[in-house]
């Protein structure tokens, strides 16, 4: 067998939050871009190390009474998720780290409050575009939309003089029931 080394990804990952879903559809309109950006959302800015995308079709095995092994296999669940590390403290990257808390911006500070009272606070839930060019052709992207994304990992950032406080993310895909059946959680595409 012969390797194709074009087909090899190296390349750093753009996120954006709070973007435009498109059109959904089986198959699903294509997420559009420029040069890995969409026209919609907010860059989280700079981050560090690995962005990753997962999707597991968690499987059950089926078992009879009458063998050793399982005869037959089903999917119950499906998961997406995308996880990665902040290095900029913009309000952007808070927002998504804190979630729907109290929050003021202004010209004098970046705010962020919560704890107490008597009401269930609501998730954000926003749709987040990834993208990673490809290194043979930097014209060309790998491409990915979680449609409704909800941050499940919250605020942790270390303090220290020697290494930069940086904010781990973690966003869980939900299905978005108001898309089509089958085209209801992500899409993630190659550009040849």
């Known amino acids: ?12 990952a753009r996120i954006y939050v709070g973007v435009t879903a498109p059109a ?14 969409p026209s919609t959302g907010t860059d989280v800015g700079f981050t560090e190390n690995d962005c990753v995308f997962s999707y597991l079709a968690q499987k059950t ?10 005869v037959d296999a089903f999917i119950g669940s499906e998961m997406a998720k995308l996880t990665f590390t902040m290095k900029e403290h913009n309000y952007t990257a808070l927002k998504l780290a804190f979630d729907n808390i109290g929050k003021v911006d202004d010209g004098s500070k970046t705010l962020f409050y919560a704890g107490g009272g008597a009401t269930i606070l609501t998730p954000t839930t926003q749709a987040i575009f990834f993208s990673a060019y490809d290194r043979t052709n930097t014209s060309k992207f790998q491409i990915g939309v979680i449609y409704k994304g909800v941050s499940m990992k919250g605020y942790e950032s270390p303090m220290s003089k020697k290494n930069p406080g940086l904010i781990g993310v973690e966003i ?10 089958g085209d209801q959680m ?3 595409y190659i550009e040849k």
């Open 61 to 70: 095995l089926l078992d009879a009474e009458q063998t050793l092994g399982p």
């Open 186 to 188: 992500f899409q993630f």
């Open 24 to 37: 959904s559809g089986t198959p699903p309109t294509l997420m559009t871009h420029t040069a890995g950006a």
């Open 172 to 181: 869980q895909g939900l299905l978005d029931l108001t898309r089509n059946s």
């Open 1 to 12: 067998m012969a390797g194709d080394i074009t087909k090899v990804r190296v390349g750093a």
